[in-house]
């Protein structure tokens, strides 16, 4: 059981937008930065957003992200087949000591 | 080019020790940590503890702690990852993720770690 909290899976059609949230507290996502990462199966995680709302080199701009208080959130528009991956985020916690937290993920469908 | 190259896969029985390796190459080792990430078959993300090769800072997630052994070799641009006696629990797929704060950019290919008796 994570300590971040994200639905297990969504869905939509192609071409539509998407959002999956991730849900925190204080000691976590309200007072540090979120990254995202996609992950197809058997392959490895890719780093999607960083710093909240960041994309790296490469990463389209149908990707972003957001965060408000202690939830933080990723959307997708134009959804396309090829992103149908699961996605995952991360934090930094300093419930006890400082240590780094990943959600549960969430299994994206394009229906 | 950043590249982190990871040791191969392993196949040990329950009690036996192990260690793997990501050896990093393309930055300056020593200035950014080394996260490890384990991943369950059929399950997601678990964030095990981080390095920093530079002065060997190491730091643990509270469910790994005490189960595995975080250490970096800057001179050979390694980090390392290890049991002194694995369990069947122990089966999964080991990545490491350079980490330069906030997130982690490059991965590793990840090894398999398969124990069974």
């Known amino acids: 059981q994570s300590v971040l909290t994200q639905p297990p899976s969504v869905s939509a059609a192609a071409g539509q937008k998407v959002t999956i949230s991730c849900s925190g507290s204080?000691?976590?996502?309200?007072?540090?930065?979120v990254s995202w990462y996609q992950q197809f199966p058997g392959t490895v995680p890719k780093l999607l957003i960083f710093d909240n709302n960041k994309r790296p080199s490469g990463i389209p701009d149908r990707f972003s992200g957001s965060k408000s208080g202690t939830s933080a959130t990723l959307g997708i528009t134009g959804l396309q087949t090829g992103d149908e991956a699961d996605y995952y985020c991360g934090t930094w916690d300093s419930s006890l000591s400082a240590y780094w937290v990943f959600g549960g993920g969430t299994k994206l469908t394009v229906l | 080019e950043v590249q982190l190259v990871q040791s191969g896969a392993e196949g040990k029985k329950p009690g036996e020790s192990l260690k793997i390796s990501c050896k990093g190459s393309g930055y300056s080792f020593s200035s950014y940590w080394i996260g490890w990430v384990r991943q369950m078959p059929g399950k997601g993300l678990e964030w095990m503890g981080i390095i920093f090769p530079g002065d060997s800072d190491t730091r643990y997630s509270p469910s790994f702690q005490g189960q595995v052994t975080i250490s970096a070799d800057k001179s050979i641009s390694t980090a390392y990852l290890q049991w002194s006696s694995l369990k069947a629990s122990d089966t999964a797929m080991y990545y490491c993720a350079r980490g330069p704060d906030d997130y982690f950019d490059y991965w590793g290919q990840g090894t398999r770690v398969t124990v069974s008796s």
């Open positions: 204080s000691s976590n996502i309200g007072n540090n930065y």
